[in-house]
């Protein structure tokens, strides 16, 4: 496993989003997160730090999301739905 | 908008949907082009260069055109072998590729993105920002045959098509729910950060060694995202400078990295540091690279439908934009023919087909196939082939008190400590092959 020390830097000081009411991210079945799930790789692999593990399940803050497309395809047992954003919202480049 | 009907919808509008739409416009079919995004290029993040030659086969002369955002034509291209406080460097600065027609230009994808839809708007497509298509509609052709129909707009609106031209990039959202593209995995698609630094354009000529609105582009392998097979990169724009690092995705995933550090780690490097010094961050952004290559092509047409660009995995090493561009362009030939037919089956859009399989870049990504499975047999050979290189550069370069016979043993001698030479020299050929693009 890599380094885990993490940075002050907030990336997302320098990222216009215009957040949805709703989340665009899921998780499929939280049980899997607990109990196959062992290193959690979507809290580290999401470059803005979408998700984190709290209370025995992941939780997503959506709207810090910049829509990499990474998040369904790390996940390493396919447990992570991601969608388009609705037209007009999420992150503004 | 509901229930409209146009001759093609494209959905997207990076380059290969603003190509496709652009050219179909020109041959005078009506085009209705798709931006989930406020404005084409909001969504989008890329290695930031434009090739001139593959642009002109769409825009000849295209750096004449009034108000195209082109940030610097790039004379010098270098590759960095990066370890810890060293680098070899490699590389080619030429004054030839100061004038027309250059070989290419650095671009900020959130300005060209969208000069670039502008220019299929000026020529008749229709543009419609914020508007998303979440699946496809269609139109029974038999007993049990149908075709695509146009697409379907979040709140349930229609857009009635011919032609429905997917250039949804690398998500690929719909060319997956139709069951064109098959689920890719962790391996075959690479995940990047990006940063965009600000810098008076005196200072950035000053550093890269540049006149005028010359650019530079450096590739660099090694330190940026050891311990995973990946790439860093700096490249030059007006008064902006474009810093990237990522890594295929599975082996950020398994090695437990975080793109965000590895930028910080990145930018921390003794010879970056102080090329980006004092320079003021005002945009991070992050995106995946479909990697899948040749294997992963997805089904390129079907009935009424055709696949564009990232969506249809149209990169082969480090060109992307360009090839999709060419794609865009293939797809508008297709389209203009299966017009004049009135016949918009698979059977007549296989024209596109055939003009990729023709395509230089087709046979690169054929032969690139060896080269993606060799780095995830190998995913230390990047590491190998940098740190070989460095301490070789090193000892070579040193005023030493040796004779130069037994300098030279010396070096040999580290090398097969290292691994086997056959395999060092075997991690060097397929390097310069993955390396060669960015």
């Known amino acids: 496993m890599g380094n885990f020390a993490k940075s002050d830097t907030n990336p997302l000081e320098y990222v216009k989003i215009i957040p949805d009411s709703k989340s665009h991210i899921f998780i499929k079945d939280d049980g899997i997160c607990i109990e196959e799930c062992e290193n959690k790789p979507c809290t580290y692999y999401c470059p803005t730090r979408v998700f984190y593990w709290e209370d025995d399940s992941i939780k997503i803050l959506y709207k810090r999301c910049i829509e990499c497309g990474a998040c369904p395809f790390g996940c390493p047992y396919d447990n992570i739905a991601w969608e388009n954003p609705r037209g007009g919202y999420g992150v503004v480049y | ?438």
């Open chain 2, 1 to 438: 908008m509901g229930n409209d009907r146009y001759d093609v919808v494209v959905v997207g509008a990076g380059p290969a949907g603003s190509s496709a739409a652009l050219l179909m416009a020109n041959n005078n079919l009506s085009v209705a082009m798709l931006e989930r995004g406020p404005y084409p290029g909001s969504k989008n993040m890329s290695g930031g260069t434009i090739a001139s030659m593959p642009f002109q086969e769409i825009l000849p002369e295209y750096w004449n055109i009034d108000g195209i955002p082109l940030e610097r034509k790039i004379v010098s291209d270098e590759l960095w072998m990066l370890d810890n406080d060293s680098a070899v460097k490699m590389g080619f600065s030429g004054k030839k590729f100061g004038y027309a027609p250059y070989n290419k230009f650095s671009i900020l994808r959130y300005k060209f993105d969208k000069w670039y839809a502008d220019q299929a708007v000026a020529a008749g497509a229709k543009l419609f920002n914020n508007c998303l298509a979440i699946d496809l509609v269609y139109h029974k052709t038999g007993l049990l045959s149908k075709k695509v129909d146009g697409v379907v707009l979040e709140g349930g609106d229609i857009i009635h098509a011919d032609l429905v031209v997917l250039a949804e990039g690398s998500s690929a959202a719909l060319t997956q729910k139709i069951g064109l593209r098959q689920r890719l995995n962790p391996a075959d698609m690479t995940l990047y950060v990006k940063e965009v630094l600000e810098l008076p354009s005196g200072k950035i000529e000053e550093r890269f060694s540049l006149e005028g609105d010359e650019g530079a582009v450096i590739g660099m392998v090694g330190y940026p995202t050891s311990p995973a097979i990946g790439k860093g990169g700096i490249w030059t724009n007006k008064d902006s400078l474009s810093i990237v690092v990522g890594a295929y995705l599975n082996q950020i995933v398994n090695k437990g990295l975080n793109p965000l550090q590895l930028m910080e780690r990145f930018k921390s490097h003794p010879m970056i540091k102080k090329l980006i010094e004092g320079a003021k961050p005002i945009k991070y952004l992050a995106h995946t690279i479909p990697k899948g290559g040749f294997k992963k092509i997805p089904t390129l047409v079907d009935d009424g439908v055709i696949v564009v660009g990232d969506a249809a995995e149209m990169i082969s090493g480090r060109r992307g934009i360009d090839l999709a561009m060419i794609t865009g362009k293939f797809a508008a030939e297709a389209a203009a023919q299966a017009c004049a037919l009135d016949d918009y089956s698979r059977e007549t859009l296989s024209s596109y087909v055939k003009r990729i399989k023709g395509s230089f870049f087709y046979e690169n990504m054929r032969k690139g196939k060896n080269v993606e499975e060799y780095f995830n047999t190998y995913q230390d050979s990047d590491f190998l082939i940098t740190k070989a290189m460095n301490d070789l550069a090193f000892k070579y370069f040193k005023q030493d008190l040796e004779n130069n016979k037994i300098r030279l043993r010396k070096m040999i001698e580290e090398l097969k400590n290292m691994q086997p030479l056959q395999k060092t020299g075997k991690d060097l050929l397929y390097g310069l092959q993955n390396w060669e693009v960015w």
